[in-house]
Each structure stands twice: as C-alpha cells, then as structure tokens.
C-alpha cells in the first residue's frame, strides 16, 4: 500500500482537483435548475408587476404591496453601488421592515461572487504550479539547491523547515499577488460603500424618474412608519408640529397629489418623523444584520473562504497520495506508510478548517494599508510584498502543523493548534463567523439612537 505507478501521479491533480472544482463552479452557475426541478419558482417585480403610466391603477397596487410582501418568503437585496439611490428599491425595503422583518431581508452584495470566483482561480494557478513544479524539480534537485543556499543542517531544524517553506510559497505569492490585488481592491471599496451608505442613509435624498413618484412612494413609508412614531403629548409640541407644517404652495401642491386620500389631514402627509425612523431602521437594525451577515469592511465570511481555498483543500489528497515510494516516506520523518497517513490527514484537515481561510482576511488588511500610501510605484510594489508575504505566513503556518506531527511533536503541535484557533478567533470571531450568519434582535437599540424623538425599536410582524 501507498506506491503508484509514476504515471498514475500524473492524473491525480485533474482526478483530485480540477475535477471537483469543475462540479463546483457546475453547480454554481446551474445549481439553481437543480434545486427546483419541479417546484416553480415565482419572483415578485416592482417594475413588472406595478403598472407604470396609468396612475390610479399603480397608486392602487403601491397599496396592495404588504399584500405581496406577507406572502413572500424573503426578500433578496443585491447590492450595488446605486441600490441606495432608487426610490422603488427604498419602498420595498421599508414595506419589508415594517410587515417582515429585518429576518426576512437577504444581503448579497454583488462583489461577493466576482470575488470568490477569483480567489478561485488564484488557488486553482497556484495549485497546479506547485505540482508542475513537484513534477519538474526532483528531491535531489531541490536538496541541491537549498544546500547551496545554507547548510544542510540547518533545513533539518523547525527554523529551517519553516524558511525553506516560507521561501518557496512567498516566491508563489509574487506570481499571484498582481492579480490577486484587483478584486481585493473592488471588495474593499465596494464593502466600505455600502456600509457607508447605510450609516448615512436618509431617504429624502432617492432617485427617480417621475417626480410624482417621489410623493407616491414617500407617502407609503409615512403610513409603514407612523406607528413607530411617538406622537407628541404635551400642548406646546402639538402646536410645534402644526405651526411647522402650515400649508403653503408646495404643501397645496402635495395635497393634490394626494386627492385620492379623503380626509387624511396636510399636516400628516407632510410629517417628517415617519421618514427619520425608516432612515434609522437603515441606519441600526438593517446595518447591524448587514454586519452580522457580510462583516465589515477587512472581513469575509469563514465559509466564503473554506469555499475559495477549495484548489488547496482538494491538493490535500493529491500530496498525501503522491507519495510513491518507501524512501521519500525517510524525508517526511515517517517510519511507515500507514504513520504517513495518519499525521498527513490530520495535518491536512488542520490547515483546511485552521489555516487557508486565514489568508484573506491577512491580505486585506495589508492591502488597505498599501492602499493609503500616496505613491503610486511604492503602492505597487507594497501590494506584490503583501501578497507574497501573506503566502509566506500561510506557508509557515502549514509546515509547523506538518513538522510537529510527523517527528511525533504532539505537546507542540497542541499549542500551534491553539495558536491558530485564537487567531481563527480573532479574524471570524466578528459578524459573519464561523458559526455563521445571525439575525440582530430590533428590540435592542442601539445607544447613539435610542434618545432620538423618531426612534423606536421595529419588531418582525405579521402582514
């Protein structure tokens, strides 16, 4: 057991790695045909389902929208740099704030697939060099050369096991970082947009095509909204709020586009309190889950990275197999095939739940940092460094789970594992962590807010 023939090495990374990678991206781009072969799935429209010149017709159906809202499942946001500014997309927001909740809302911005797919095809690169080069360059080769650069009794010490590793994944690193760094800089402005655009969100400020729409639009979320309002008790806010709201020529004009509303007093429609509180829904509770969701601006979700690390975590099957021979197993400090096996998957499947989804958060954060120098050439070269040096990390990180469990190392080995749970910790402990998504509870407000005369905490409700 553990010999193959040399021409069966060569088949193991299409079998192992591109194989499984190609099922992924399959069902990534179709799964959606296979999820429901025979349940229909049925999308709600704003634009194809609310009619668009016939006015009392679509003043209706504004009316109807909680309709449609209690009976959809979720609401899915796909977030770009202008979905802020639309005032249909505003609309919909709030009915779902006030009829379903912010757990019926899901935020998926639309940096988030260009991103994975091209850490993807980074890990997938430098997977496939790495086994072009284990084919090119032989034992002897490699022996010969770091000999050549230090003696050979410092490669045999941990210091030196961790150089050699951090030396040949940083050179890696460089081929990869140039591209690397573009879709990291699209996820660190885009991520930063929108959570800049939810901080400071005030829905006065939407776009629209009809002006008319502006007041159709604006006077639903007023009646969403107003129930979260504290009406004004003493006499001196009542005349507060009447004196503030006198009817003028602009207020006569929205009096008439509002016609249709018998009875409903100016001053109502003309409220601003219920269009601050939408605003700070925006602001606490949608951001909050936001945060929870997608984290901050230098975080990915644990799982998004386990899902981009994908190449190197099928690599694993294709180094431990790729041992074929009794003597390659002296190297590894192995007395047999089966101790091989055995410290080679627990190594393996350390550094696939402990080690490779650390690497990006690393990366942005030395990313950000490159990113404030005002040089561009310095910039340049900072961001190929950061690249390389992230993968030098990742590779000294990988080589001391390795070293310690095959020379037998285990006192060691236990602090390097607590070593990486901490500092798993540390990167995926926030929002959008390890155990995944949370919804924030609305009942707590947040501190800043809480004393605002517009605030009060909104709950999930039944249509």
Known sequence: MGTFPASATTRLLPALVFFPVAVFLLAFFLGHHAVHPCEQLRLWLDRACIHQTDQALKIRQIHALPVFVARSS???VLWDDEYFQRLWCQLELATFAKHGGVAKVTFLPLWLAPWLLSALAMNLTLVTVIYLQMEVLTTDKLVSFLNAVAPARFWQTPFGVFSGAAMGTAVLGLLVALAWSSPFKIKLRSHALMLEQMASFDCRGA??????????VQRQIRELFRAEVTEPEGPEQKNEMKAGHQPTASTAADEDAFSYLPGEPVCMLMDERPLDAFNVYVQESLRSSVLDAVGGELHVPYRTCLAAAMPLNFYSLVDILNVANPESLASYG??????????????????????FPIVYPIYLRMLKGTLSIQSTCLKGVLTVVSGAAAHAYLAVCLSSTFFFLLYQARSSFLLVVLALLLQLRYFFGGGGGISGPSVPCDCQPNKR???HPTYRPLCAENA
């Open 334 to 355: 192995a007395e047999s095939y089966a101790d091989f096996l055995w410290a080679s998957a627990i190594g393996w499947m350390t550094n696939i739940l402990l080690v």
């Open 74 to 76: 979720t609401m899915l």
């Open 207 to 216: 776009q629209c095509t009809e002006e008319e729409d502006r007041r159709l």
């Open 449 to 451: 807010h809480s004393s």
